[in-house]
């Protein structure tokens, strides 16, 4: 304890500190081939503006998922970078411990802040400690570091398996002003631990879906080591990044059985790699199958006139392309496709008729592969209608989802139902348990085949859940589902919960749909699809085209 206020009286006052002179780490890796070849392999685009931080592996089997992180970082004018990792070995006496020597890698020299770890070393739940010499937490990570970042210096911050919230919040309260503009926090973090790769995926969802809430106080419901091995790290990440309007996105999940070669072991370790960003990062600059749902859509109606107007079709789809990059996107098509249109007198105003050939047009150019018709539109024309356009769809390309259905996507399988009726009589609450197909492979599974199920369910202008879509989402949980996403309310929902125990968006609201108010928007839910069957979600606020359109 004296040392380290010694150290940092010392070093403030400008006279070097007897750490200062003490030689570097001697390097922890033999040969730089894997580090290399990490390097030369990697496709990741550096993101400009750069990140805020970082999660990332330290197991270095999966080196190469280091790089890949580390690779949207790099080119960053970055003044340190603070590296927090679990004290494996725990060997510090203290809830946090940093070095004061620099590094030999491999790759080169990385050099420590010392004034930094010294600012943090005059915290009592800080002390200076050479645990860093073997704690692979920061060596797995440091080559690249001196190979991208060279003369960046770096804060290495070891964090107790056993340290409370109340200490996390002591240690993120003394990494916060070391924490500045031109920092780089990355969190060295392995994820489910000791695992079979089934009850390892099984975990990782599970994390995933916290990390899609976006509440760092959740972290202490999940399990150490089944989850992640350090609760600690992934809390200081979320609550400092959050103090500084970064938002996270998860770049890459795998398990160890990836790099097993044909062998299934028994036991494994995860990864789920992130990057955080002011800015949001696109889906196009992440790894991962991308794939977009959105709301409500029809061009029916006053958007008619819109429809087939080139300047507002050009507009339009500038908008949307922009959101999606164009990944493909699954919507809910409200109303019926004719080649005929009837005349409008002869229609109910809450009836939708439109173009086949105009919306088939919209379609193709906004790259939509999956069409949902499990709405209360879908008979407005009456059941011969609907047989002819979902016969049209199929015939031009579109999987179409129907009621009670489940259709094959390429990284997942959509089923769809609507728990509401306009025809032959209005009704609701029209789902039963029995509407929903059970899983033929239950989980854990791996790989796993997701399970999502597009509802066209709640109160329009109401944002639920109400009890009813607990209901729904009970039963879908017990049937297998992974993900509910719905539709109806004409109000996009603000973020995503868990339902029942499932994650759920309980409304994507109106993706274009001929209504003025401001609030009767939509949201895409972005969903990128992993090799283990893992998925993660975003939800990106769209707006209300239609009236982006009117006031343009």
């Known amino acids: 304890m004296e040392f380290r206020r010694l150290a940092f009286v010392v070093l403030l006052s400008g006279f070097p500190a007897s750490a200062e002179e003490e030689p570097p780490f001697p390097s922890f890796y033999s040969s730089a081939t894997p580090f290399r070849r990490a390097i030369d392999e990697t496709a990741a685009v550096p993101l400009d503006p750069p990140p805020t931080g970082l999660a990332l592996p330290h197991h270095a089997l999966a080196v190469d998922l280091i790089a890949e992180g580390l690779a949207l970082a790099k080119g960053g004018d970055y003044e340190r970078i603070v590296i927090v990792s679990p004290d494996h070995f725990r060997r510090a006496g203290t809830p946090g ?16 802040d010392r004034e930094a770890s010294a600012r943090l070393a005059a915290d009592p739940l800080v002390s200076v400690s050479n645990l860093a010499s073997h704690e692979h937490g920061f060596r797995a990570i440091l080559p690249l570091l001196a190979e991208w970042f060279p003369g960046t210096p770096v804060v290495t911050l070891a964090v107790g398996a056993r340290t409370t919230p109340e200490e996390w919040r002591g240690l993120a309260e003394a990494l916060d002003p070391v924490f500045t503009e031109k920092t780089l926090l990355i969190q060295s973090t392995d994820f489910s631990h000791y695992l079979t790769p089934a009850e390892s995926r099984a975990r990782d969802a599970e994390t995933l879906r916290f990390l899609a809430l976006g509440d760092p106080d959740a972290v202490v419901d999940l399990i150490q080591p089944d989850h992640l ?52 990062v696109p889906a196009t600059l992440l790894p991962g199958k991308a794939w977009f749902f959105g709301g409500d859509f029809h061009l029916g109606r006053k958007l ?19 959101f999606t990059g164009s990944a493909p996107l699954v919507l809910n098509l409200e109303g019926v496709l004719t080649d005929a249109l009837p005349d409008p007198a002869s229609l109910h105003p809450m009836q939708i008729a439109m173009s086949s050939d105009v919306t088939l047009a919209w379609l193709k150019r906004w790259n939509v592969v999956g069409v949902v018709v499990a709405n209360n539109h879908s008979l407005d024309l009456g059941e011969a209608a609907l047989a002819a356009m979902v016969s049209r769809l199929r015939e031009e390309g579109f999987l179409v989802v129907e009621e009670g259905a489940t259709a094959a996507f390429p990284e997942f399988d959509l089923f769809a139902a609507s728990d509401v009726r306009n025809h032959p009589t209005p009704a609701a609450n029209v789902l039963r348990a029995h509407h929903f197909p059970a899983s033929a492979d239950p989980p854990p599974a791996y790989p796993h085949r997701p399970r999502l199920a597009f509802l066209h369910w709640g109160a329009e202008y109401r944002e639920g859940p109400d009890e009813r879509q607990h209901w729904i989402a009970s039963t879908a949980r017990k049937t297998g589902f992974d993900l509910l996403i719905g539709c109806h ?40 699809f992993f090799e283990q069957g893992t998925f993660a979600t975003r939800v990106i606020p769209v707006g209300n085209l239609y009236l982006r359109n009117r006031r343009r």
């Not at 411990?97 to 420590?112: E, I, Q």
């Not at 929902?493 to 108010?517: H, Y």
């Open 304 to 322: 008619a006139e819109v429809a087939e107007n080139p300047e507002a079709t050009a507009f339009l789809d500038e908008q949307l392309l922009g």
């Open 229 to 280: 091995d350090s609760k600690a790290a992934q809390w200081i990440q979320m609550t400092l990044q959050a103090r500084r309007g970064s938002q996270v996105a998860v770049v890459e999940t795998r398990n160890s059985a990836h790099y097993a070669e044909g062998r299934e072991p028994r036991k494994t370790t995860s990864y789920i790699t992130q990057v955080w960003r002011r800015e949001f």
């Open 97 to 112: 411990a940093v070095a004061m020597r620099d590094f030999l890698t491999v790759l080169g020299r990385v050099p420590t």
């Open 489 to 528: 309310s004409h109000l996009p929902s603000a973020r995503q919960q868990v339902v029942e125990g499932i994650l759920t968006l309980p409304s994507l609201g109106n993706l274009l749909f001929d209504q003025g108010r401001e609030e009767r928007g939509g949201a895409l839910l972005e969903v990128r």
